[in-house]
């Protein structure tokens, strides 16, 4: 199937690409389908993909593996709200967070506080808010920023 992107152009995408989100996104909760996109340069991927929507060209959101972002990244959540997924294990889980990248890059965040959870069997995603109170929503991902203020976010 072919789909438009705004910043891909037009992409032949496979039907076991596509992800399912029963409730949306946060903020695009009317948006159900995604796939995850890949910007390789040189054959190296970078350690930020998107998470692009099928039904809205514009509406591409950049998400990185959080263990890029914080080795010790445990995030505590309910079993219920991964129920819709199927049955999430250790090896069919994927967990990306998005990234927030403002004009200065070296103040780019990540959310760690409502990760994106999907299931790579049943293709089925989900977001959630996590239970750690700990957890940002605005992280600095450049660890000098962080140590520079002395705290976790930009």
């Not at 593996?65 to 445990?74: F, G, I, M, S, W």
């Not at 109170?133 to 600095?140: E, I, L, M, P, T």
Request: with cysteine.
């Amino acid at each position: 199937m072919l789909i438009n992107t705004k910043c891909f152009g037009e992409i032949d995408l496979e039907e076991n690409k596509i992800i399912h989100f029963a409730d949306g996104l946060m903020g695009f909760e009317d948006y159900k389908k995604f796939t995850i996109l890949y910007d390789i340069e040189d054959e190296k991927k970078s350690a930020i993909s998107w998470l692009q929507c099928i039904e809205e060209p514009g509406l591409a959101l950049p998400v990185i593996n959080p263990l890029h972002v914080r080795e010790d990244y445990n995030p505590t959540i309910e079993d219920e709200l991964l129920k819709p997924l199927g049955d999430v294990t250790s090896e069919n889980i994927v967990v990306l967070l998005v990234v927030t990248v403002p004009n200065d890059v070296k103040k780019t965040t990540a959310n760690l506080k409502a990760p994106i959870i999907i299931n790579s069997d049943t293709r089925q995603g989900c977001q959630i808010i996590v239970e750690n109170q700990d957890y940002s929503v605005r992280y600095c991902i450049f660890e000098e920023n962080r140590e520079k203020k002395g705290e976790r976010t930009c």
